[in-house]
DNA sequence: CGTGCAATTGCGAAATTGCGCAACTGCGTC
DNA sequence: GACGCAGTTGCGCAATTTCGCAATTGCACG
C-alpha cells in the first residue's frame, strides 16, 4: 500500500466536504434516485451536479446506472449511511453543548 | 442558527480533510498529549502543526489547555472518535470490496 | 435523419487552502 | 531583566478546488 492509512482517510474526509456532494449523499440514503430528482431538490446547477456527482463517482461512494434517458444514482454500500449518521450524531451534540453553555451564562447573568 | 445543517455537516468533513488533522486526532484518541509529542510523532514543523492544531480548536473538535510550559491538547467528546471509527470502516470495506474485485480478475484470466 | 431533452465533459477565471518563513507571546531559569 | 525553549500568529506565494459557460454525448421520438 503506497498510500498512507491515514491520507486515504484525509481524503475521503475532504470529498465530503462539500455541501453539495453531502445533500446529495443524504438523498441518496432514502433510496436511489434519478439525477432529476437531485437536480429539483438542489439548488445547483446541472454542470455543477454533474461535476460534484463525478467527484462522489470516482471515490465510489456512489454508483450510477443508466435507464433510459435518465441516470440513477445510489449508495455504494451502506457504510457512507453510517457515517453520515456518526457526522450528525457529532453536530447534535456541539449544538446541545453550545446550547446548554449559553442557558448557563444566561441563568448567571438572571441571578446577578 | 442561520446555517443550513448540511453546511456545517459540510464544514466538518472539510476540517477533517487533511492528513496532518487526521494524525493529530487519531493520536488524541489514546488520551490527551502535548504538542511535543505530537511534534515527534508527525512529519510537520512547528508552525504547520500549530495552524491545523488551530483549525481543530477553532471548530471545538479538540481543546487545548497549558501546563506550564508545554501546551496539552485533548479530545472534546467521544463522538469524534466515533466518526473517525466510521471512517476506518468504510475504508475497510472499500479496500476489501477492491481486493475481491482483483481476487476475480485474477481467477478469470486465470482459467483463461 | 433531425430535433429535443438529460446528463456529462472541458476549460479558463475566481475563490480557498496549505506552506514556509519571520516575528511574536508565554513561561521558566539564571 | 535577559536568555532560551515551546508554541503560536501573520503574511505572501503556490497549489488546489470550485464555478460558470460552452460544447458534447446518449437516448427517445416524430
Redesign the interface.
Known sequence: MSV????????????????V???VL?LLQDGPKPVRDLLAAIEVEPAGLSQHLAVLRRS?LVTARRDGSTVVYALS?G??A??????????H???A?RHALLDELEAEAGSR
Open positions: 498512507p492509512l491515514y491520507e486515504a482517510k484525509a481524503e475521503l474526509f475532504r470529498l465530503l466536504g462539500h455541501p456532494r453531502i445533500r443524504e465510489e454500500g457504510d457512507v453510517e457515517l453520515l449518521r456518526a457526522a450528525r450524531h457529532l453536530l451534540a456541539k449544538l453543548g
